[in-house]
């Protein structure tokens, strides 16, 4: 009975040891690997531009989709940081309001090089009920690109005529190297499509869901480029074997937020290297509330 007391106390102490470690990362931010490949991060606790930025750190805004008209006083009508409801500290809310593009710039903030082997990931939260919250067209949470959505682009999507509506990952290489014939991407089986199409994606107004894009082998000139998207830390598929040439103007090529979304965003990170399926558990273990992805 002795030495079933004993052991029963040294469980308990593991197991209470292992919550107090648990606790303690949450409270610290990301353990160091991941804090060490951050290139660029916007948590919007402190204010709209990024915490932690190898290139510019400001957020832009623009009339127009092309950045010919910017603001230079960065009115955002329609989006605001709000303390209810963000995930920790504060978070990004879009509302049904008229908003601007917003934007913040690639250059050094994701690691692209032009002729030779790239790779990182993109990673970020959402919360909100696609069916109820989303007007009723494509909406881009996040879209990176210098020229379009179909031309050297990453993008998310929620689908636009769908019910419920898909998510998408689409990594579209430049426009002659994914499509020389010129295709319509709407038209084209989902099978062709350079994208992950996720059917019954797990987004909810009341729980934070993660978002993560890993890419690997980009610039290579080879048939070697691989993307893939992880929500909630669970591998939905990947864009694999194309030769993914991204030809981009890194001081003309923009991180779009929020086209046409409606509901927060938190935590906007990109790292300078492709995360692997562990570190995009460990990620998504920092959705719940109260979580701080960086020590303050």
């Not at 990170?269 to 460990?282: K, V």
């Amino acid at each position: 009975m002795k030495n079933q007391m004993n052991w029963n106390r040294f469980a308990l102490s593991i197991v209470l040891l292992c919550n107090t470690l648990a606790v303690t990362e949450a409270q610290e931010g990301l353990p160091k690997p991941l804090r060490d490949s951050i290139s660029f991060a916007a948590t919007f606790d402190q204010n709209l531009s990024a915490d932690i930025s190898r290139g510019d750190a400001r957020l832009y805004s623009s009339k127009t989709i092309d950045r010919k008209e910017l603001d230079d006083k960065l009115t955002t009508p329609g989006v605001a940081r709000v303390k209810a409801g963000a995930r920790s500290g504060e978070a990004l809310q879009f509302t049904k309001a008229d908003a601007r593009f917003l934007f913040y710039k690639v250059s050094k903030n994701v690691p692209y090089t032009p002729d030779k082997a790239w790779s990182g990931s993109i990673s970020y939260f959402l919360k909100l009920d696609p069916e109820k919250d989303l007007p009723p067209n494509f909406v881009d949470p996040l879209q990176i690109t210098e020229k379009g959505w179909n031309d050297a682009a990453f993008w998310n999507d929620f689908t636009k005529d769908d019910r419920p509506r898909k998510f998408r990952l689409g990594v579209l290489a430049d426009l002659k190297v994914w499509n020389p014939g010129n295709k319509d991407f709407d038209k084209m089986p989902d099978s062709e499509k350079p994208a992950v199409v996720v059917l019954n994606p797990p987004f909810r107004s009341d729980e934070w869901t993660h978002i993560l894009i890993s890419f690997e082998n980009f610039n290579t000139g080879q048939n070697n480029g691989t993307a893939r998207l992880y929500i909630n830390g669970k591998l939905q598929g990947e864009v694999a074997g194309r030769n993914q040439k991204f030809s981009w103007d890194p001081e003309k090529a923009v991180i779009f937020l929020g086209i046409n979304y409606v509901g927060l965003m938190d935590d906007v990170m990109i790292f300078d290297r492709c995360l692997t399926a562990d570190e995009a558990s460990i990620l998504a273990g920092f959705r719940h509330h109260n979580q701080p992805m960086i020590k303050p």
